[in-house]
Structure formats: structure tokens, C-alpha cells
């Protein structure tokens, strides 16, 4: 079994568009995260729930919004896609504060 | 925000041990040190955390320096598979602050 999942693995996109990233952990886990990691391999957290709450959210644009509809799931979306935006994103899980659980990874590429 | 310095590189023979150093000069008394290590083109997966006290696990051992301002991974025996990025990061007592720095790009060599 997965524990912490994410789809899609790869996410090709132009300029301007919206999408959004998914992810599940099957950990019951009560807190979820977000990091960015850009082409220089930096991974920088994003955001992070506890229990469907915000508790961190660092300086990141307000098109980036997370949204948590239960505690197995928090989801990204990104509105009006730009070139900066291409990274890989990373969701992860822990049972505060203990170890993080991180899923595979979703590849962004914008063109 | 990395709150860890650490070498950009490193390089071990295989089967040999290897210990990699991290330095936390502005750590509180209430954070912890973790290290994960991230394989190439995946996430990044838990190694071993301490307070104090060094600590030892089935994947390595952290030594903790008595003042805490430095730290060292040391994994007993280098295989193939350990060559990743190890990042060292401190985590505050809420466990929600929790910053990466550039980590350190090991290499083993058969």
C-alpha cells in the first residue's frame, strides 16, 4: 500500500492555465504539507494542515491555494500558471512532530 | 530560513564507513535534529532524529555534539544505494517549522 500518494506524476501545462495537484495519505496522519523543490534541488515548504487547518503558509503567491477535505487529502491549485511555477512538488504527512512521510513527487512543467 | 549548513558534496568508497557533518551553531534548546535523504527522482524519506542523546537505528547513528551546534550522520557501512542528497534540518517542538537546507550530495564509489 501507498502511504502518501499524488497524482498526477508528471503535469505538462501552458502559461496561464489552472490546475491542481492531489494528494492522499492512508497513514492517519493529522498533518499534511506542501514543499516546492526547484531546479537547483532547494525544497522549500509551502504550506501545511492540522486536522483541515492552515498552520503554516509560508511567502508563497496567493495563486497557490491548498485545500483540505478531510484529513487523508490535501489538494494544491495553482491559478494562472507561469513559467517560475515549473518544479517538482512534494506532499507530505507526519503524526506531528514526528517524521515526515513524503509522496513520489509531481513533475510541473509550464511551457 | 535553513537554519543547517552542511558540504555540498561528498564522496565514500563502498563498504566503508562515512560520516557526514552538519552544523546548527543557532539551535534551541527545544529543537530537533533530523536528517532525511532524498534518492534520485524521489522524495525525500526519514533517517534517524535526536535531541540529545546520540541516537542509533537500522539505517544509521547520529552523533550530537554536547553543546548541539554540530551534529554528524554516520552511516556504518556505504552501499550503492545509499548515494542520495542527506539534508539536515531542525525541527521546533511543534514539529511544524521545518526548513531544509542544501543538503549533501553523497557519492559512492564501488
Known amino acids: 500500500d501507498t502511504a502518501v500518494s499524488q497524482t498526477p506524476k508528471y503535469l505538462v501545462t501552458q502559461m496561464g492555465n489552472d490546475k491542481s495537484i492531489k494528494c492522499e495519505q492512508n497513514l492517519g496522519h493529522d498533518t499534511m504539507y506542501w514543499y516546492k523543490q526547484d531546479s537547483k534541488k532547494f525544497l522549500k515548504i509551502m504550506f501545511s494542515?492540522?486536522?483541515?487547518?492552515?498552520?503554516i503558509n509560508e511567502t508563497v503567491p496567493n495563486r497557490f491555494s491548498p485545500k483540505s477535505p478531510d484529513k487523508a487529502h490535501l489538494n494544491l491549485h495553482i491559478n494562472s500558471l507561469e513559467l517560475g511555477d515549473s518544479a517538482v512538488y512534494f506532499c507530505a504527512s507526519s503524526q506531528a512532530p514526528y517524521e515526515q512521510y513524503f509522496g513520489p513527487g509531481t513533475r510541473l512543467t509550464v511551457t | 530560513d535553513a537554519k543547517t549548513t552542511q558540504p555540498n558534496s561528498m564522496e565514500s568508497n563502498e563498504e566503508e564507513p562515512v560520516h557526514l557533518p552538519c552544523n546548527h551553531s543557532?539551535?534551541?534548546?527545544?529543537?530537533?535534529i533530523h536528517w532525511y535523504r532524498q534518492l534520485p527522482s524521489q522524495g525525500p524519506e526519514y533517517v534517524i532524529h535526536g535531541l540529545t542523546s546520540n541516537v542509533n537505528n537500522r539505517m544509521a547513528s547520529l552523533a550530537i555534539a554536547e553543546d548541539r551546534k554540530s551534529s554528524t550522520l554516520i552511516l556504518h557501512r556505504a552501499t550503492l544505494r545509499d548515494a542520495a542528497v542527506y539534508y539536515c534540518?531542525?525541527?521546533?517542538?511543534?514539529?511544524?517549522?521545518?526548513?531544509f537546507g542544501t543538503g549533501t550530495s553523497l557519492t559512492v564509489i564501488p
Open positions: 534540518i531542525l525541527r521546533d517542538n511543534t514539529g511544524n517549522q521545518f526548513y
Open positions: 543557532t539551535i534551541s534548546g527545544t529543537d530537533y
Open positions: 494542515y492540522n486536522n483541515k487547518e492552515l498552520i
